[in-house]
């Protein structure tokens, strides 16, 4: 694999395992960006797959399909293994005629998953947020700031998060997160 | 750091927004019977109080979504947040903060 291609290939051959904080780059998957007025939500949660989340900064999960709300009418559509061709077209046809946009993005951005009991402790080493489980329950998600890079940040359970970071910014992001997680080697 | 109430997504630091200017100014509906001084105040002239200011916020890193907030100029202090739309609330019994 290419590190143009896969910028976190190299890094994560080489990353130490450190149980407090597994770090680990994942698998490229197909990316989806959905923005659309009330009428075509409901339609485009059910072609797609996942129920498309009302409930601000929370993500739904069913099977391989993760829908993530990242704006009042904005939502990411995650889906490991599909293509992204194939899925606009399973979507377009539900929402037809209804304003709307859907754009793949697959490209734009990397996950890295982030496991272990000290997970969040080196996620606040570059984001401010409060991420007990009251304030950032298990299935939250938000676009967030993570040092000088946005990311989208999922809480899949109790000590596991998954950050969706752009591509160039990935090698940055998971320098510091490397750094942040060597004291608890 | 400075905690803003985003109206969507909640308390969140204050590196997720970005200022955007007073809030609550209407573009003229009919720009070409304004004087040049009645346009110059609409472009340019601001009302810049001491005081609690009602202006536009964008949280950025977050929602993505615009809204307004009224903030103390002199302590920082935000005195309240609400969606793009409604109207400037009152709080004049806040302005004592």
Redesign the interface.
């Known amino acids: 694999m290419s590190d143009l291609l896969f910028p976190l290939s190299t890094l994560a051959a080489t990353a130490p395992d450190i149980p407090a904080a597994r770090l680990s780059a994942l698998p490229p998957a197909t990316r989806l960006v959905f923005r659309g007025r009330e009428a075509a939500i409901g339609p485009a949660g059910i072609a797609f797959g996942a129920e498309l989340p009302r409930q601000?900064?929370r993500f739904k999960r069913s099977g391989d399909r993760l829908a993530a709300w990242?704006?009042?009418d904005?939502w990411l559509l995650l889906a490991e293994d599909a293509d992204p061709a194939a899925l606009i077209a399973e979507i377009e046809p539900a929402v037809f005629g209804l304003p709307h946009a859907l754009a793949d993005v697959s490209s734009r951005s990397l996950g890295i998953a982030l496991e272990g009991p000290r997970a969040a402790y080196v996620l606040n080493q570059g984001c401010?947020?409060d991420l007990s489980e009251t304030a950032f329950p298990v299935g939250m998600v938000?676009?967030?700031?993570f040092a000088k890079a946005?990311i989208v940040l999922l809480r899949e359970a109790p000590e596991r998060f998954r950050l969706d970071v752009w591509r160039s910014f990935a090698p940055y992001v998971w320098g510091l997160l490397e750094e942040a997680r060597r004291e608890l080697a | 750091m400075l905690i803003i109430t985003c109206p969507w997504c909640g308390e969140r630091p204050e590196i997720e927004f970005v200022y955007g200017g007073e809030a609550h100014i209407a573009r003229p509906t009919d720009p070409s019977a304004l004087s040049d001084q009645e346009w110059a105040d609409f472009l340019y002239n601001r009302t810049n109080p001491k005081g609690t200011h009602a202006e536009r916020w964008r949280h950025t890193h977050g929602c993505g979504r615009f809204f307004n907030a009224v903030r103390d100029t002199v302590s920082d202090f935000f005195v309240a947040t609400y969606k793009p739309g409604e109207p400037r609330p009152d709080l004049s019994q806040d302005d004592a903060k």
């Open positions: 601000a900064c990242l704006g009042p904005e401010p947020l938000t676009r967030t700031v946005e």
